[in-house]
């Protein structure tokens, strides 16, 4: 486990007073280490959470060539450019219920989709392509196949196409999605190899900052950056431990730090990390912990302290113990707009990387900018955004309003995050923006 010394000393041009957006990202990831304990859960349990293992297909899935219409299967050998086809039906195959029996050329077998194909027949043509003809003596029908219609091997779900039998179904490291649960499922497997969830504690700072249910006070806010955190780490799939509101007193603080790294394999708090912030924060995690206190070139959210809490620096007889490394400590500024900025720009990718996750990008959409925006090169600024379709079909967005970095609201109307690059500068209408879409994430 490398200290943030080792760590800054590893970065090339590590300034911790005006930090690029990429190196807080680069530092995050020498920072952090996925967790260690998996366990099998059973599938209605393992939704959302990260695969501990690959996932080795014990079985073919289809586990028989079978038929993906409802129709008539036969040989397609005998299939002509120019001349219809009529075939002989001799029998039914149901999903279900296969249809034993051979049948030869001329012959065909009505067949349901889903029906495993009967023995020496590759292809089906469905049944609002045929033609029926009138049974001859009552018991025999035929169909007649229209010419060009059909090339052989149509319509026919090939054995293991979906999933063959000894190869990886789904990878370690993935996020177990409803898809994925599904596909578990169809594999006859009751349980998945998971990682244990992350837990995270987290709590909100400042002498100003009431709790819900406290009485209103002049120069005071309601907190809520307790509940945008909670919202997105629960998206995350993370246990949570809610520490509340801690005033700025030593003694309280050190309380819930200690009894926070005691608990958590994260800490997420918000405010009392500006420069010049005359509170005990800074002072705090500077005593309990190695920590690093950055000034980032964005906007908004320009503090953050990032580092490492001890959960026991020493017993009761004063001699340094504990086997516990210590809990990662993301300290956000406090404004509620800059917390949630900075929670999905790097607090997010940090605990996706703890939880073993591998497919941890949030997806880039590119949309055309609808006004103009001013926007200084030397620092990434995140505007929050509206992304709809346009008249032509493609993407476009706009702001949300008031961009200051305390207005919840422009957060709220948004349905992703506009990022202006580092070396970015004014946008025109019509430029090309990356946005990070909030779907999922918040
Ligand atoms: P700080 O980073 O502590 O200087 O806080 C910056 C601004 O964010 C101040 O206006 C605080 O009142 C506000 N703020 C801090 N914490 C919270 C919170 N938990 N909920 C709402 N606003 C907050
Ligand atoms: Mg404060």
């Known amino acids: 486990m490398k200290t943030i010394a080792q760590i800054a000393a590893e970065l090339q041009g590590y300034d911790p007073q005006a930090l690029p957006a990429k190196a807080v990202l680069d530092f995050l990831q020498r920072l952090v280490t996925p967790v260690t304990e998996s366990t099998e859960l059973p599938l209605f349990d393992s939704l959302g959470k990260v695969l501990s293992a690959d996932v080795i297909s014990p079985m073919d899935v289809p586990p028989h060539d079978n038929s993906a219409m409802d129709g008539y299967a036969f040989d397609g050998r005998q299939l002509q450019a120019n001349t219809p086809l009529q075939l002989r039906v001799v029998g039914t195959a149901l999903a279900g219920k296969a249809w034993i029996g051979e049948a030869g050329l001329g012959d065909c077998v009505k067949i349901m989709t889903g029906a495993i194909m009967p023995v020496g027949l590759d292809t089906v043509v469905p049944q609002e392509m045929v033609t029926q003809l009138e049974p001859l003596n009552g018991e025999t029908t035929f169909v007649l196949i229209p010419p060009g219609l059909l090339k052989p091997g149509d319509n026919r779900r090939l054995r293991g196409e979906d999933l063959a039998q000894g190869r990886p179904a789904l990878l370690k490291g993935q996020v177990i999605t409803p898809a994925r649960l599904g596909l578990a499922a169809s594999l006859g497997l009751p349980c998945l190899p998971c990682w244990r969830p992350l837990r995270v504690a987290y709590f909100s700072t400042g002498d100003e900052i009431l709790s819900l ?212 500068g004014n946008v025109a209408v019509g430029d090309l923006l990356d946005v990070m879409m909030f779907d999922g994430a918040i």
């Open 213 to 424: 249910g406290e009485p209103p006070r002049e120069g005071a806010v309601y907190d809520s950056n307790r509940y945008t955190t909670f919202g997105l780490l629960k998206r995350l799939g993370c246990e949570v431990i809610d520490m509340g509101v801690v005033k700025d007193d030593p003694a309280l603080l050190e309380a819930a730090f200690r009894s926070a790294a005691a608990q958590a394999d994260a800490i997420i708090s918000s405010g009392g990390v500006s420069v010049g912030e005359a509170d005990y924060t800074k002072a705090m995690m500077k005593k309990l912990g190695d920590v690093a206190f950055w000034r980032i070139a964005m906007r908004p959210g320009r503090p953050m302290a990032v580092g490492r809490i001890a959960a026991e620096t020493s017993d009761s007889a004063g001699t340094p113990g504990s086997q516990k490394p210590g809990a990662v400590l993301f300290g956000l500024p406090g404004n509620p707009v800059a917390v949630m900025v900075t929670f999905l720009a790097f607090v997010r990718p940090a605990l996706l990387q703890m939880m073993g996750c591998t497919d941890s990008a949030a997806p880039l959409l590119k949309a055309h900018s609808q006004e103009p925006m001013r926007k200084k090169a030397g620092r990434t600024e995140y505007q929050r955004g509206w992304v709809s379709t346009s008249a032509d079909g493609s993407l476009q967005v706009r702001t949300t309003g008031n961009q200051g970095s305390g207005v919840l609201s422009s957060m709220a109307e948004a349905n992703g995050l506009i990022m202006l690059h580092h070396e970015q």
